[in-house]
């Protein structure tokens, strides 16, 4: 009888996963449908009801950034470009939009980019989005498990020699793709972009606090603290560093 | 009737037999005994009455070329029942020298046999100039010439001049002529257009013409000449009509034959050029070698502009000369307060009234980079006027520009233009600005692994999950392996077993001794097995607590007393007995690891 419950609870689960995949797919065509006909307002809200039926696809996050690109909403145009950065980082289309968005920015705020030599060492942690990083630690971290079952069942010393390297090897593959996934994902999480026309940055997490400077939409920040709905965040400039409090809608994390 | 055939046959073969004993006849004749340089004659070798004949193989032609041939023709004729035939090898030649000029003795096999032609002299004298007054005459009597023409001949370094050369005929079947040849050096020239042809009054009388157009540009000052030019012609000039036969009959090819193909050079007179240095004085120093008569105009838009967009400088320079060199003075990429790119240029030229025109468009982005900026400065060009013997210096601007306060920092990205290095190519000229358009295919769902966390739990517990049953398992087959173990592990199941067995016996006098044999079994094995010891080794020294040790001995003794003395006395009550047993068993099991 439990058995019974239980393959009907599965076919029930994948029944209603695959709809949700049907109604995401079509709500996605829909949305490509409307930017053709440069209805971009409806792309946006077609592409968001895509978003909430499940589909997060590199293609969803960068056409939704078109849409508020065309829209004129250059905030979430680049919060979207970088979410879209972030599973697909090899993708030029990304990259160039990206970049055309940001230098319609009014503040000159930029992320500071990493040194190229930096880049060419660690060339996997740029080169692969989060989603491969992660693929690739689960990988390597069943393999190493597997390769130390084969090991201790092993009665051969030759294998047992061998898997041990095997399992070894692979523990330190998983414990770096790890790492890299970490700090990406705290990394993106962690990074904010003014969606609103202009927010002012106040000095403590209330509007009674003295407003230190404006940011325009588009600025990139790092988002750095949380208290109700304020968030803290903190602006890095060539002159130095900049720190305040704003309402936590005038601002969207990419993660 | 059959008698008639026989004698038809035999007339024929003796008509062959006597055509075969034939003598041959090799002969080696001239169309002339004198020409010109820039004429041409007909060399043909006749062989008669010869059966097989190879090609000839011309002597020693020291001061002639062949221009066309060898040519073949033959001929078979039967006359009076006598059969001749004849084979002709004609060549065109042309003298490339004067003078008293022979043509080598020629060789030709006939029949297998070798036979030498004479030689030939030749009178060849210098070619006849070509003029209006003294046309050359062809063979037919007709007139071609050649005749070279410039604009001018009195000209500056640099100066364009306009060069005709046409081919005039009157009265000639011309049937084909090669682009003409220019013998020059000191100039650059370049064709222009196609050949013209069709018919004008030249000096007094109608020709036909055909012309080419070049235009020469000096390279240098001096006395240069340029040509003669040169063309090579066909023409069809009719056969003599003394040399053929009227009646059709005896020479059947002949009869449809009019023509035959002459082939001429041509030669015009040289043209000489009075070429003058450009004057050094007033050179102005902008001036790039520009010579001809321009005009330039220019424009920027839009006219007010925020710090950051771009204007166009758009300049057209027109006029006639050579465009080629005329550059327009533009401002270099290091102009104060603009980002200035490569001018685009486009070109374009035309031949009116034999001149060459030309205009040059430029457009160049100027980007200003400070509300600073007034004005674009002026644009310049300068040349050397030969209407007027002096140099021009053409100024366009300087243009006055509004530069307003940008809200917005604009920054140049590489994909809106590239910036120009000094000396480098034209850029690449950006149309329009827009972002890439969007993907139509939704791709995989990047995040659901991320966001199902249940599928991320089972992949990192899934593992270790399966390494730790298989550790299990290697352990258990490992313990199982080792006899000790086994027996320490089966050790308590055989007593109780023991017990079972004396349970079933307990009460019946006859079992007794069987009864007592299973309650010390159950203990003495149970001891043996734990402790992995030889069975019949127990003793109650093995036990080492000492409270258990003497309860053993206690209930060994009490067992041996009831196998020997039966169910006698409190003691060895079988219930009693068994109950002692199995406590003590358990006591063991507690005590003995």
Known sequence: MKKILSMLFIIAFAAAAKASSFEAAKYFAQGNSAYTNQNYQEAITCYTRSAKEGLSSPALNYNLANAYYKSGDLGNAIAYYRKAELFAPRDADTSANLSRALSQTEDNIARKEVPSALRSFFFLYFYLGIMEQLTVAIASWIVAWLALSVFIISRKPGLRSAMIKFAIFFFVIAALFSASFLHKYYDASHQGVIVAEEAGIHSGPDASYTEIFILKNGSEVKVTGKEGSWVKIMVSQEEGSQAGWLESSQIKTIL | ?593
């Not at chain 2, 041959?24 to 169309?31: F, L």
């Not at chain 2, 030229?349 to 160049?364: E, F, M, P, R």
């Not at chain 2, 644009?379 to 366009?396: C, G, I, P, R």
């Open chain 2, 1 to 593: 009737m059959k008698n008639t055939m026989k004698i038809k046959v035999f007339f024929l073969t003796m008509m062959l037999a006597l055509g075969a004993l034939a003598e041959v006849k090799v002969s080696a004749t001239c169309s002339r005994k004198a020409i010109s340089m820039d004429e041409s004659l007909r060399y043909t070798i006749t062989v008669e009455d010869a059966k097989n004949v190879s090609p000839p193989q011309l002597g020693e032609k020291d001061g002639f070329r062949v221009i066309m041939g060898p040519s073949q023709s033959s001929n078979i004729s039967i006359v009076n029942g006598v059969q001749s035939s004849s084979k002709e090898f004609s060549y065109e030649l042309q003298a490339t020298k004067t003078g008293k000029l022979t043509i080598g003795e020629a060789k030709i096999k006939a029949d297998g046999k070798t036979y030498n032609l004479p030689k030939i002299n030749i009178d060849v004298a210098e070619a006849r100039k070509s003029s209006a007054d003294s046309p050359a005459t062809t063979e037919t009597g007709g007139e071609l010439f050649l005749e070279l023409d410039a604009s001018t001949t009195n000209t500056f370094v640099g100066e364009q001049i306009f060069l005709t050369i046409t081919l005039y005929y009157k009265d000639v079947n011309l049937s084909g002529a090669n682009q003409p040849e220019l013998q020059f050096t000191g100039f650059n020239a370049q064709d222009i257009g196609n050949y013209q042809q069709d018919r004008q009054r030249y000096r007094g009388q109608i020709y036909n013409y055909i012309r080419f157009q070049k235009l020469i540009i000096p390279l240098k000052a001096g006395k240069l000449s340029i040509g003669p030019a040169s063309m090579r012609v066909s023409v069809n000039v009719p056969v003599s009509r003394r040399s053929r036969s009227r009646d059709p009959f005896d020479d059947p090819f002949s009869f449809f034959q009019n023509y035959r193909t002459v082939e001429k050079n041509v030669l015009s007179e040289p043209l000489v050029f009075n070429v003058k240095n450009l004057p050094s004085q007033n050179k102005p120093k902008d001036f790039k070698g520009a010579v001809g008569r321009f005009a330039l105009s220019a424009e920027v838009t839009p006219q007010k502009v925020k710090e950051g967009e771009p204007v166009t400088l758009k300049a057209t320079l027109t006029g006639i000369g050579n465009i080629d060199q005329a550059v327009l003075n533009l401002a270099s990429t290091n102009t104060a307060g603009f980002t200035v790119y490569d001018p685009v240029v486009d070109k374009k030229t035309s031949v009116a009234d034999g001149q060459l025109k030309g205009i040059k468009n430029y457009s160049q982005m100027w980007v200003p980079l400070s509300t600073d900026v007034k004005e674009l400065p002026a644009v310049s060009f300068s040349y050397f006027d030969t209407a007027k013997n002096d140099y021009e210096t053409l100024t366009a601007g300087p243009f006055p520009l509004t530069v307003e306060r940008s809200a917005q920092s604009q920054k140049v990205t590489v994909s809106e233009a590239i910036p120009v290095q000094r000396g480098g190519s034209p850029t690449i000229k950006i149309l329009n600005q827009d972002i890439f358009g969007i993907k139509l295919e939704s791709g995989e769902d990047a995040l659901s692994s991320i966001r199902d966390k249940r599928l991320l739990i089972i992949f990192a517990i899934l593992p270790p999950v399966i390494f730790l049953l298989c550790a299990l398992l290697a352990y258990k087959r490992s313990k199982e392996e080792d006899p000790s173990f086994k027996r320490k592990s089966q050790a308590y199941s055989v007593a109780e077993q023991n017990l079972k067995k004396a349970r079933k016996l307990k009460g019946k006098p006859e079992a007794i001794k069987d009864f007592c044999g299973y309650l010390s079994a159950a203990l003495n094995d149970y001891v043996a097995d734990t402790l992995n010891l030889p069975k019949g080794s127990i003793s109650a020294d093995t036990i080492e607590d000492a409270e258990l040790k003497k309860e053993w001995q206690d209930l060994m003794t009490r067992i041996e007393m009831a196998r020997f003395a039966g169910n006698y006395g409190p003691k060895c009550d079988n219930d009693q007995l068994l109950s002692d047993t199995s406590r003590l068993l358990k006591e063991l099991r507690r005590t003995l690891k």
